[in-house]
Nanobody, 113 residues
């Protein structure tokens, strides 16, 4: 099983980034998919989830700014991040949750001027 996250980088406050996470080795459509993040010196926190039925949920801190989506044909989950703030700076991790849970390796997002 492999989850490969990409799309991180350095962006100015107010900017946008789109993260992608490509999965292999799982029946993608049967998994709920999530993004978490971990800022320096802080615990990992949940950001967003898209269920197998395409229902979405968001942490209050990102609601209205981030959008999670999935493409089952491409075995990929996305996180569109808009109106980025310095406090969004973190390593972002994708994960898949079915009978078991699997985690990707993380991609760094830095929001700074």
């Amino acid at each position: 099983v492999q989850l490969q996250a990409s799309g991180g980088g350095l962006v100015q406050p107010g900017g946008s980034l789109r993260l992608s996470c490509a999965a292999s080795g799982i029946i993608f459509s049967l998994n709920n998919l999530s993004w978490h993040r971990q800022a320096p010196g802080k615990q990992r926190e949940w950001v967003a989830t898209v269920t197998t039925a395409y229902s979405t949920n968001y942490a209050d801190s990102v609601k209205g700014r981030f959008a999670i989506s999935r493409n089952n044909a491409k075995n990929t989950v996305y996180l569109q991040m808009n109106s980025l703030k310095p406090e969004d700076t973190a390593v972002y991790y994708c994960s898949a949750h079915g009978l078991d849970s699997y985690w990707g390796q993380g991609t760094q997002v830095t929001v700074s001027s």
